[in-house]
């Protein structure tokens, strides 16, 4: 057994190469999400997307496209997001952030969004009151680390926090809609957080869809 730890540098920060939940899931994407202001970078966090290698399956239809043309193809994501297979996003803090103002970034976002295709109901605001409940005490040091797995089917989350190596608390969310709505907050192609995430993943999906 190969015991050796590989892991992928995203800006200084350590990816491992593959994590195992029920199978094996390959990093397959990564990146940054910054912002510049007057002329200066600021980095806030790190992020590794792990899918099961099965969803090039639901992917055959873009067999010979270039990175480029997938990167820009939001139907691709939704093709992504909406497969019945196993995803694991991991996001490292690069810039101290409170938990609470994470928390209400994720959570407008995806409050616009089911708003946006009228799934915004009583069920859904119960579902975020939850996910904004386990950000609003925590604090997100330098390299905390928030996990968030999502099962194959039925469409759950698993939310994880760990800061400085030790695992702080979890939370299931099993709204469907809440669940597919954070997915796409990430991995919504043209309205994905993280730009250099997007274009990671559509280059290496491209590559395996090649071979």
Not at 69 to 93: G, L, N, Q, T
Not at 124 to 148: M, P, R
């Amino acid at each position: 057994m190969d015991t050796e730890v590989k892991a992928v540098m995203v800006d200084e920060v350590p990816f491992p190469t593959q994590i195992i939940f029920t199978k094996p899931l390959p990093l397959l994407g990564y990146g940054i999400t910054d912002i510049e202001i007057h002329f200066l970078q600021i980095k806030f966090t790190a992020i590794g997307v792990y899918l099961d290698p099965q969803i090039l399956d639901n992917l055959h239809i873009w067999k010979g496209k270039s990175a480029d043309e997938i990167a820009k193809d939001d139907a691709f994501f939704e093709a992504i997001i909406s497969a019945p297979v196993e995803k694991f996003i991991r996001v490292v803090v690069i810039k101290e952030i409170k938990g609470s103002q994470y928390g209400v970034q994720l959570e407008s976002a995806v409050r616009d969004r089911l708003a946006a295709v009228d799934k915004y109901e009583e069920e859904e605001e119960e579902a975020l009151e939850q996910v904004s409940a386990f950000f609003q005490t925590k604090y997100f040091k330098k390299d905390s680390i928030l996990s968030f797995y999502f099962s194959a089917t039925p469409p759950t989350l698993e939310m994880g926090f760990s800061c400085e190596g030790k695992e702080d608390s979890k939370v299931e969310v099993k709204n469907a809609n809440v669940v597919e709505m954070i997915l796409k907050w990430y991995l919504g192609g043209s309205r994905g957080l993280s730009p250099a995430t997007i274009s990671s993943l559509a280059k290496t999906l491209s590559e395996e869809l090649a071979k």
